[in-house]
Nanobody
Framework: VQLQASGGGLVQAGGSLRLSCVVS????????MGWVRQAAGEQREMVAG???????KYADSVRGRFTISRDNGRLAVYLQMDRLNPEDTAVYYC????????????WGQGTLVTVSS
């Protein structure tokens, strides 16, 4: 199973970005998908997650500004990020979990999001 993320870049504070992640390989058992970020010198932080039935979870720091969605047909997950602020600067990783797994089973490569003030 491989996860390919894209969509990072440089944006000014208040701007928007949309991250995409497509899963390929033997991905039939994928249930939850999500995004995790890691700022320089910080631990990884779960940003948002979405289950196969569409239930979502968000970190308090992004709720109301970020929207996670998925395309089960393409096995892809997206993160629409609005009203970005410099504290959102981080490497963003997409992740996927098999059914009944309490941890992420697969990780994509990171995509850097930089928000300038």
């Amino acid at each position: 199973v491989q996860l390919q993320a894209s969509g990072g870049g440089l944006v000014q504070a208040g701007g928007s970005l949309r991250l995409s992640c497509v899963v390929s390989g033997s991905a039939g058992a994928i249930d939850r998908m999500g995004w995790v970020r890691q700022a320089a010198g910080e631990q990884r932080e779960m940003v948002a997650g979405i289950s196969s039935d569409g239930a979502t979870k968000y970190a308090d720091s992004v709720r109301g500004r970020f929207t996670i969605s998925r395309d089960n047909g393409r096995l892809a997950v997206y993160l629409q990020m609005d009203r970005l602020n410099p504290e959102d600067t981080a490497v963003y990783y997409c992740a996927a979990a098999r059914a009944y797994s309490s941890t992420w089973s697969y990780w994509g490569q990171g995509t850097l999001v930089t928000v300038s003030s």
